[in-house]
């Protein structure tokens, strides 16, 4: 049995659509979207002020491993894309218990 994991999202609010866009693509039709999020990601600073401009999102949703992994492959591939530089990360993570 293909367990249940976690996929978390960190991206920057102006690309929010096209990953939401992603997700409803492939079927996830679970997921919730934090948005106006301030933090900084490498050389990436979003922190909503005039010196650093911009907000982020933390997107979160838990499918199989399988269908996480086919999603991370779809959004590499926009990201690829972008003819802009992006504030983006994702992880899987392992969900020890869940409740449903």
Known sequence: ????????????????????????????????????????SGDMRRLGTNLFPGTADIILTADTEDKLEEVIKDLEGFIGRCDFKVC?????????????
């Open 1 to 40: 049995m293909n367990e249940l994991k976690l996929l978390l999202i960190f991206c920057s609010s102006s690309i929010v659509e096209e990953v939401m866009g992603i997700l409803d693509k492939k079927r996830v039709n679970c997921y919730m979207n934090i948005s106006d999020v301030r933090g900084v």
């Open 88 to 100: 983006f990360k994702a992880m899987i993570l392992r969900i020890k218990k869940a409740y449903l």
